[in-house]
């Protein structure tokens, strides 16, 4: 059983930054993909960003290329992710995912309740 607890949420103005955590806090003896996926009410879930910790390799949404990254602390089993130039499109609930393949969001076994990001214009 994997147990992840997303934070750092919050509101910011358009152009603002944050950053947000996802700590483990029950994990398993060996990690595979972890990402981070965001959902708009009435909307699907989506990925966002995504990194597998065998070689560091990652995966971004289009949308987040250039402006989000994504990064993890094997030693700690913890997963951040830096959001810059931020838009109000991108307020959303923003999940931490883990022991999954890239952005496929069926493919994630274990996932966190969420943090909120609003974006103000």
């Known amino acids: 059983q994997v147990v992840l607890e997303e934070s750092g949420g919050g509101s910011v103005q358009a152009g603002g930054s944050l950053r947000l955590f996802c700590t483990a806090t029950r994990y398993p003896d060996r990690w595979q993909a972890m990402g981070w996926f965001r959902q708009v009410p009435g909307k699907e879930r989506e990925g966002v960003a995504a990194?597998?910790?065998?070689?560091?390799?990652?995966w971004y949404a289009d949308f987040a290329k250039g402006r989000f990254a994504i990064s993890r602390d094997n030693a700690r089993n913890t997963l951040s992710l830096q959001l810059n130039a931020l838009r109000p499109e991108d307020t959303a609930v923003y999940y931490c995912?883990?022991?999954?393949?890239?952005?496929?969001?069926?493919?994630?076994?274990?996932w966190g309740h969420g943090t909120q990001v609003t974006v103000t214009s």
């Open positions: 990194i597998r910790p065998g070689d560091g390799r990652t």
């Open positions: 995912a883990a022991q999954g393949l890239a952005l496929d969001v069926q493919s994630y076994n274990y």
